[in-house]
């Protein structure tokens, strides 16, 4: 083995040189908390993502050999594979695992930076944005530590991808058209959604190829060989189609058919339906409605989740340009950057499919900025370099490019270092779900909004109905209606809805082939219901629940999960129930409002937001029109944790109620619609009917009860 060049040595120190920086910044969340037990679980730290608990679901059960039939796990997906892996083989705790494993993948994205600045001759330009890449504002969100998420790889993946098309550019050799193929079969394998951007990719090389090397015949090489990868074809076929191509590319006798291999390719990308899942995702992100139509026979509009999805939505320029540089002067520079070094090294002009992602955010939210970081990256430390290029010594050279990179540097600390995010679930809620582990079976499902769904089946090893990757408007529906209206109606929905789901599992189960050939509809959960009690208005069947019905034969136990922190999400939850599945009509929105922040002066409690509750005459202010109230209710805990309320009726013909949880320091001004909905009922007045509800466990911080029918 030959000795390691100058070049490779400076290379290997400077990665890593930006990988112990990148993971020793992530550390700073672990310092912040170290002494904060609510953030620990069994003494170790637990994730701040709630989609994490969905991947250690998937790893904890591949590692136990257990996983109940349609309980979702996902132990066929990469993420859960591979941390089943690290699990297996490292001395750590699954704990440790899955809390640190962002920390580590995720600072990977130093390398291919490093390596890209190389083919550049620029060293200096990958070490400046390796650290500012690494630590950059919305990559640092999503691979900080307990960020345990696809996300982990999903940019350190594409930037090799980006790395492998340059070095095949620009070297033309053999080797980076299998790497780039197999880049693009691992992206896939990790991340199944990458196949617009892996698209995005093909289509700038095909115009690059047309515009500046149309005569080389490398380029359709490497086209062809990227198409084969990206087929909609499972994994396998594909690693064996790219070996197979590969394998005739090295065979000089076959060049002139390569064009008809790229014809060939093409074409299998399409008939194989390779582009279908990217306009999906276009529809999904950049075309969203608020009300979907299902395609049922009497085609009901469900409330759109995309709409309450906060990475989903618009952001403005500021964060805009902080999430992907840290900074607004940054990003301008960072932009500026970027287009003089595409000006003196074209082949950068590669990196424009990640940033036209990135900059996606603008309009379709503000998860896709991460994707710009890196390259963008690249734009601000062009241009500190070439400053420094200008400087008469090697010590002005270093102090300047130390200077200017730890000024990029400076935001993205700051920013690291407020960003003191929470663990998804406290100490005391994980107690209950681990509680309700040894009281539920794994074929019982828990009713709770799909924020939870992921943390419940990990921690209790249950089923759930929705969850964060199943809570289309069609799910959602029920679950929404069940934690929101009146406790007769809501027993008869879980119900409904429980069987009626294992019903549909079972119909797929045993219809695969004639739902494939004959193309059925699987109606939702909602259109069965109304179709099988005889109703062709939905709206009708939802009325029939508030009088005798026959339900479902009982074939499992629900229990409703109900956690304090609820009360924050409940007008997005009710949302969801709130329109008329007919005609897609939005309902009038029940009143809700929620405040820790109120001031007593005399009889008059400041509410905020122009609310003022008068003690004394029994009314509130809203919206400047006084109202009387109907009733005063103020719950507590003693020492002992005993709960206790008292109820005032002040005036029974009123709609309005105030609801004084004292033990939380929070007002409720609720209407009648609301003071009745099973979430306030039972969590916040534990007043529940015996005949359909039982207790199973009750702390302030979340309640667990069990339907008996």
């Known amino acids: 083995m030959g000795t ?56 904890r059960d591949i590692l136990s050999g257990l996983s109940q039939e349609n309980d979702l796990s996902p132990i066929t997906t990469a993420a859960s594979q591979l941390t089943a892996f690290f699990a297996f083989i490292l001395p750590l705790s699954f704990e440790s695992i899955i809390l640190f494993m962002p920390v580590v993948l995720g600072s990977l994205v130093v390398v291919p930076i490093m ?31 307990g960020y345990y998420d696809t996300d982990m790889l999903n940019i350190v993946l594409p930037m090799f991808l980006l790395w492998s098309i340059i070095w095949a550019i620009k070297t033309n050799e053999d080797k980076y058209l299998l790497i780039t193929a197999l880049d693009i079969l691992i992206y896939r394998w990790w991340y199944p959604q990458s196949y617009s951007l892996e698209f995005s990719f ?4 095909l115009l690059y190829v047309l515009i500046w090397d149309r005569k080389n015949i490398y380029n359709y090489k490497l086209l062809a060989i990227m198409m084969f990868a990206m087929i909609g074809l499972e994994g396998y076929i594909r690693a064996v189609l790219v070996l197979g191509v590969f394998y005739i590319y090295k065979q000089k006798q076959f060049d002139k058919y390569v064009y008809y291999v790229l014809a060939l390719s093409i074409a299998l990308f399409f008939a194989s339906g390779g582009f279908n899942p990217i306009w999906s995702q276009l529809k999904g992100y950049v075309f969203k409605d608020a009300v979907t139509v299902g395609k049922e026979g009497l085609n009901l509009h469900f409330y759109s989740v995309m709409q309450t999805i906060r990475e989903a939505g618009h952001i403005p320029f500021e964060m805009f340009a902080n999430r992907i540089s840290g900074h607004v002067v940054t990003f301008v520079v960072s932009v500026g950057g970027f287009i003089y070094l595409a000006y003196r090294h074209k082949i950068m002009l590669f990196g424009l499919p990640l940033i036209g992602l990135g900059f996606l955010a603008y309009v379709g939210g503000l998860r896709f900025t991460i994707y710009a970081v890196p390259v963008l990256a690249f734009g601000v430390a062009f241009l500190i370099t070439e400053i420094a290029r200008y400087m008469p010594t090697i010590r002005l050279k270093f102090l300047t490019i130390t200077a200017l990179t730890l000024a990029i540097l400076y935001p993205n600390i700051a920013h690291v ?9 406290n100490a005391d809620e994980v107690k209950v779900l681990d509680k309700l582990k040894d009281i539920a079976q794994r074929e019982d499902y828990v009713a709770a909004w799909w924020d939870y769904g992921y943390p419940i089946r990990y921690y209790s ?47 797929i189960e045993e219809n695969r082939e004639l739902i494939r050939d004959k193309n059925l509809t699987i109606f939702s959960n909602i259109e069965q219901m109304t179709k099988d009690n005889g109703f062709n208005d939905t709206n009708d ?16 136990d629900i229990y409703f999960y109900l956690p304090y922190r609820m009360i924050e999400i409940y007008p997005t939850v009710e949302m969801f129930s709130n329109i008329n599945l007919m005609n897609a009509e939005m309902k009038k929105r029940s009143l809700f409002y929620v405040t820790k922040m109120f001031k007593q002066e005399q009889n008059i409690v400041n509410l905020g937001q122009g609310i003022l509750f008068d003690i004394q005459s029994a009314t509130i202010t809203i919206n400047n029109q006084k109202v009387p109230i109907k009733r005063f209710v103020q719950t507590s805990y003693d020492k002992s944790m005993k709960f206790s309320k008292n109820i005032q009726i002040a005036n029974a013909s009123a709609s309005v109620n105030i609801i004084y949880m004292s033990s939380y320091n929070t007002f409720l001004v609720v209407d009648e619609k609301t003071y009745h909905s099973l979430y306030i009922q039972l969590m916040v007045l534990e007043e529940y009917d015996r005949a359909l509800f039982e207790e199973v466990i009750m702390t302030p911080q979340a309640k667990v009860y069990r339907l008996r029918v």
């Open 417 to 425: 270092q407020d960003y003191k995010v929470p663990t998804v679930f």
């Open 4 to 59: 390691l060049t100058r070049e490779t040595k400076v290379t290997l120190l400077y990665i890593a040189i930006a990988f112990l920086f990148s993971v020793a910044v992530r550390m700073i969340w672990f310092y912040q908390f170290a002494d904060y037990e609510l953030f620990k679980f069994n003494s170790q730290f637990m994730i701040n993502t709630n989609d994490g608990y969905y991947w250690a679901e998937g790893a």
């Open 461 to 507: 090893d249950v089923k759930t109905l929705i969850d964060g990757g199943k809570h289309s408007g069609a799910v959602n529906f029920p679950v929404s209606f069940i934690l929101t209206h009146p406790q007769e109606a809501a027993a008869k929905m879980a119900r409904l809805d429980v069987e009626y789901t294992e019903k549909t599992f079972k119909f």
């Open 541 to 556: 069947f939802l009325l029939s629940l508030e009088s005798d019905m026959e339900l479902p034969k009982k074939t499992r």
């Open 202 to 205: 093909f289509g700038l090389i």
């Open 115 to 145: 390596l890209i600045a190389k083919s550049l001759d620029n060293l200096e330009l990958g070490l400046v944005a390796a650290l500012l890449a690494s630590i950059g504002w919305s990559y640092y969100n999503r691979t900080m530590i």
